[in-house]
Protein backbone atom coordinates (compact mmCIF):
# COMPACT_ATOMS: atom_id res chain seq x y z
CA UNK A 1 0.00 0.00 0.00
CA UNK A 2 0.72 3.67 -0.42
CA UNK A 3 0.01 6.91 1.13
CA UNK A 4 0.62 10.55 -0.22
CA UNK A 5 0.85 12.97 2.01
CA UNK A 6 3.39 15.64 3.36
CA UNK A 7 5.11 14.83 6.48
CA UNK A 8 4.52 16.61 9.83
CA UNK A 9 1.33 18.24 8.52
CA UNK A 10 -1.95 17.52 10.88
CA UNK A 11 -3.40 15.77 8.75
CA UNK A 12 -1.38 13.73 7.40
CA UNK A 13 0.33 12.94 10.97
CA UNK A 14 -3.22 11.66 12.56
CA UNK A 15 -2.89 8.75 10.14
CA UNK A 16 0.69 8.27 10.47
CA UNK A 17 -0.12 8.19 14.67
CA UNK A 18 -2.47 5.50 14.02
CA UNK A 19 0.09 3.04 11.78
CA UNK A 20 2.65 3.62 14.73
CA UNK A 21 -0.20 2.69 16.89
CA UNK A 22 -0.95 -0.30 15.47
CA UNK A 23 2.64 -1.00 13.98
CA UNK A 24 1.73 -1.15 10.42
CA UNK A 25 3.87 1.23 9.45
CA UNK A 26 6.00 -1.44 7.26
CA UNK A 27 3.78 -1.99 5.30
CA UNK A 28 3.17 1.42 3.72
CA UNK A 29 5.50 3.01 0.94
CA UNK A 30 4.88 6.45 1.70
CA UNK A 31 5.15 9.11 -1.63
CA UNK A 32 5.70 12.86 -1.05
CA UNK A 33 3.27 15.53 -2.15
CA UNK A 34 4.70 19.10 -2.73
CA UNK A 35 1.54 21.17 -0.62
CA UNK A 36 3.71 24.01 -0.51
CA UNK A 37 4.29 24.03 -3.99
CA UNK A 38 0.62 23.11 -4.69
CA UNK A 39 1.06 19.87 -6.37
CA UNK A 40 -1.75 18.41 -4.51
CA UNK A 41 -4.19 21.24 -6.31
CA UNK A 42 -3.64 19.97 -10.15
CA UNK A 43 -3.05 16.99 -12.06
CA UNK A 44 -2.06 13.89 -11.50
CA UNK A 45 -2.96 14.54 -7.84
CA UNK A 46 -6.55 15.53 -8.64
CA UNK A 47 -7.30 12.17 -10.15
CA UNK A 48 -6.72 10.76 -7.33
CA UNK A 49 -8.12 12.96 -4.83
CA UNK A 50 -10.69 15.52 -6.45
CA UNK A 51 -10.61 17.31 -3.10
CA UNK A 52 -7.19 18.24 -3.49
CA UNK A 53 -6.44 17.16 -0.16
CA UNK A 54 -3.90 15.01 1.58
CA UNK A 55 -3.55 11.82 2.98
CA UNK A 56 -4.50 9.49 0.26
CA UNK A 57 -4.24 5.79 1.07
CA UNK A 58 -3.74 3.86 -2.71
CA UNK A 59 -4.69 -0.05 -1.96
CA UNK A 60 -3.17 -2.55 -3.53
CA UNK A 61 -5.77 -3.07 -6.04
CA UNK A 62 -5.39 0.66 -7.20
CA UNK A 63 -8.25 2.08 -5.08
CA UNK A 64 -7.84 5.37 -3.76
CA UNK A 65 -9.04 6.15 -0.11
CA UNK A 66 -8.69 9.84 1.35
CA UNK A 67 -10.70 11.33 4.26
CA UNK A 68 -8.40 10.50 7.58
CA UNK A 69 -11.41 8.72 9.26
CA UNK A 70 -12.26 6.35 6.19
CA UNK A 71 -8.29 5.70 6.21
CA UNK A 72 -7.84 5.08 9.85
CA UNK A 73 -11.03 2.88 9.72
CA UNK A 74 -9.36 1.17 6.78
CA UNK A 75 -6.11 -0.01 8.84
CA UNK A 76 -7.92 -0.54 11.93
CA UNK A 77 -9.92 -3.62 10.55
CA UNK A 78 -6.74 -4.63 9.24
CA UNK A 79 -4.65 -6.36 12.25
CA UNK A 80 -2.89 -4.77 15.01
CA UNK A 81 -4.33 -3.51 18.55
CA UNK A 82 -5.12 -1.22 19.97
CA UNK A 83 -8.76 -0.92 18.15
CA UNK A 84 -8.93 2.50 17.65
CA UNK A 85 -12.48 3.14 16.24
CA UNK A 86 -14.25 0.82 19.29
CA UNK A 87 -15.42 -2.42 19.05
CA UNK A 88 -18.72 -2.50 20.96
CA UNK A 89 -22.25 -0.40 19.04
CA UNK A 90 -22.01 2.11 22.24
CA UNK A 91 -18.09 2.74 21.81
CA UNK A 92 -18.34 2.68 18.11
CA UNK A 93 -20.76 5.58 18.33
CA UNK A 94 -19.36 7.56 20.81
CA UNK A 95 -15.18 7.31 19.02
CA UNK A 96 -17.49 8.55 15.97
CA UNK A 97 -19.31 11.85 17.55
CA UNK A 98 -16.53 12.66 19.60
CA UNK A 99 -14.18 12.43 16.62
CA UNK A 100 -16.33 14.43 14.62
CA UNK A 101 -16.62 17.34 17.02
CA UNK A 102 -12.60 17.23 17.35
CA UNK A 103 -12.76 17.26 13.40
CA UNK A 104 -14.98 20.26 13.04
CA UNK A 105 -14.80 22.07 15.99
CA UNK A 106 -11.16 22.28 16.63
CA UNK A 107 -8.96 20.55 13.77
CA UNK A 108 -10.96 22.72 11.10
CA UNK A 109 -11.60 26.12 13.01
CA UNK A 110 -7.58 25.84 13.54
CA UNK A 111 -7.01 25.35 9.83
CA UNK A 112 -9.36 27.92 8.64
CA UNK A 113 -7.86 30.28 11.06
CA UNK A 114 -4.40 29.07 10.35
CA UNK A 115 -5.54 29.26 6.25
CA UNK A 116 -7.47 32.98 6.15
CA UNK A 117 -6.30 35.14 9.51
CA UNK A 118 -2.35 34.08 9.09
CA UNK A 119 -0.13 34.30 6.53
CA UNK A 120 -0.67 30.82 6.15
CA UNK A 121 1.80 28.01 4.45
CA UNK A 122 3.16 30.17 2.00
CA UNK A 123 2.19 32.72 -1.36
CA UNK A 124 2.02 29.82 -3.97
CA UNK A 125 -1.41 28.39 -2.28
CA UNK A 126 -2.84 31.66 -1.98
CA UNK A 127 -4.47 31.52 -5.65
CA UNK A 128 -6.08 27.74 -4.77
CA UNK A 129 -8.04 29.67 -2.19
CA UNK A 130 -10.83 31.40 -2.22
CA UNK A 131 -10.41 34.78 -2.28
CA UNK A 132 -13.32 36.49 -0.88
CA UNK A 133 -12.34 34.53 2.38
CA UNK A 134 -9.10 35.75 2.61
CA UNK A 135 -9.99 39.33 2.71
CA UNK A 136 -12.34 38.36 5.91
CA UNK A 137 -10.48 38.62 8.84
CA UNK A 138 -13.29 39.07 11.07
CA UNK A 139 -15.00 35.25 9.74
CA UNK A 140 -10.55 34.26 10.76
CA UNK A 141 -11.51 35.45 13.74
CA UNK A 142 -15.00 33.65 14.25
CA UNK A 143 -12.91 30.39 13.38
CA UNK A 144 -9.89 30.95 15.86
CA UNK A 145 -12.59 31.69 18.76
CA UNK A 146 -14.14 28.44 17.54
CA UNK A 147 -11.07 26.53 18.07
CA UNK A 148 -10.20 27.87 21.62
CA UNK A 149 -13.91 27.25 22.61
CA UNK A 150 -13.44 23.61 21.55
CA UNK A 151 -9.99 23.68 23.82
CA UNK A 152 -12.59 24.53 26.51
CA UNK A 153 -14.75 21.95 25.46
CA UNK A 154 -12.28 19.26 25.22
CA UNK A 155 -10.66 20.32 28.62
CA UNK A 156 -14.34 19.17 30.26
CA UNK A 157 -14.91 16.43 28.98
CA UNK A 158 -10.79 15.14 29.90
CA UNK A 159 -11.70 16.32 33.44
CA UNK A 160 -14.48 13.43 33.54
CA UNK A 161 -12.58 11.01 31.74
CA UNK A 162 -8.98 9.80 30.55
CA UNK A 163 -9.87 9.64 27.12
CA UNK A 164 -11.60 11.92 24.49
CA UNK A 165 -14.09 8.85 24.03
CA UNK A 166 -14.20 7.23 27.50
CA UNK A 167 -11.85 4.93 28.87
CA UNK A 168 -10.05 3.86 26.06
CA UNK A 169 -7.36 5.39 23.72
CA UNK A 170 -9.08 6.41 19.99
CA UNK A 171 -9.29 7.87 16.93
CA UNK A 172 -11.01 10.85 18.91
CA UNK A 173 -7.80 11.32 20.67
CA UNK A 174 -5.36 11.17 17.52
CA UNK A 175 -7.75 14.05 16.21
CA UNK A 176 -7.63 16.46 19.22
CA UNK A 177 -3.96 15.62 19.28
CA UNK A 178 -3.60 16.87 16.01
CA UNK A 179 -5.82 20.02 16.16
CA UNK A 180 -4.01 20.79 18.97
CA UNK A 181 -0.54 20.20 17.17
CA UNK A 182 -1.98 22.95 14.28
CA UNK A 183 -3.09 25.43 16.47
CA UNK A 184 0.42 25.95 17.93
CA UNK A 185 1.40 26.35 14.51
CA UNK A 186 -0.89 28.38 14.05
CA UNK A 187 0.69 30.28 17.51
CA UNK A 188 -2.88 29.39 19.29
CA UNK A 189 -2.17 28.10 22.50
CA UNK A 190 -3.54 25.79 25.68
CA UNK A 191 -4.75 28.52 28.00
CA UNK A 192 -2.91 27.23 31.22
CA UNK A 193 -6.35 27.31 33.27
CA UNK A 194 -7.63 24.31 30.90
CA UNK A 195 -5.37 21.76 33.24
CA UNK A 196 -7.33 18.70 32.12
CA UNK A 197 -6.39 19.18 28.62
CA UNK A 198 -2.81 20.56 29.69
CA UNK A 199 -2.51 16.97 31.53
CA UNK A 200 -4.00 14.81 28.66
CA UNK A 201 -1.62 16.83 26.07
CA UNK A 202 1.67 15.94 28.11
CA UNK A 203 0.71 12.49 28.82
CA UNK A 204 -0.26 12.24 24.80
CA UNK A 205 2.90 13.79 24.05
CA UNK A 206 5.15 11.01 25.95
CA UNK A 207 2.76 8.55 23.81
CA UNK A 208 4.93 6.18 21.63
CA UNK A 209 3.41 6.64 18.36
CA UNK A 210 3.30 11.06 19.42
CA UNK A 211 7.07 10.87 19.92
CA UNK A 212 7.64 8.49 16.61
CA UNK A 213 4.85 8.33 14.06
CA UNK A 214 5.08 6.35 11.04
N1 LIG B 1 -10.98 15.96 5.56
C1 LIG B 1 -9.66 15.68 5.07
C2 LIG B 1 -9.09 14.45 5.76
O1 LIG B 1 -9.60 14.07 6.82
O2 LIG B 1 -8.18 13.82 5.24
C3 LIG B 1 -8.81 16.90 5.32
C4 LIG B 1 -7.45 16.75 4.74
C5 LIG B 1 -6.71 18.08 4.68
O3 LIG B 1 -7.29 19.17 4.79
N2 LIG B 1 -5.40 17.97 4.48
C6 LIG B 1 -4.61 19.14 4.34
C7 LIG B 1 -4.54 19.50 2.88
O4 LIG B 1 -4.29 18.65 2.07
C8 LIG B 1 -3.22 18.86 4.84
S1 LIG B 1 -2.95 19.55 6.44
O5 LIG B 1 -2.02 20.60 6.26
O6 LIG B 1 -4.24 20.04 6.96
O7 LIG B 1 -2.48 18.52 7.26
N3 LIG B 1 -4.77 20.75 2.60
C9 LIG B 1 -4.67 21.19 1.28
C10 LIG B 1 -5.28 22.51 1.07
O8 LIG B 1 -4.65 23.28 0.37
O9 LIG B 1 -6.39 22.72 1.59
Redesign the pocket.
Known amino acids: MRIFDFPD????LRVRIALAEKNLGSLIDFVFVD?PGAE??QEPFLAINPE????VLELDDGTYI????AIIEYLDHLEGKPTLTGTTPKQRAMIHMMQKRAERELLYAV?HYFHYGTPGPGPI?MP?KRPEWEARTEWAGFERDRAMEAMRYFNDVLAKQPFVAGHEFSMADITVWSGLYFARVAKLEIPTELTALMAWHIEMSQRPSVVSPA
Open positions: FPNPLHKGTVPSECTGLY
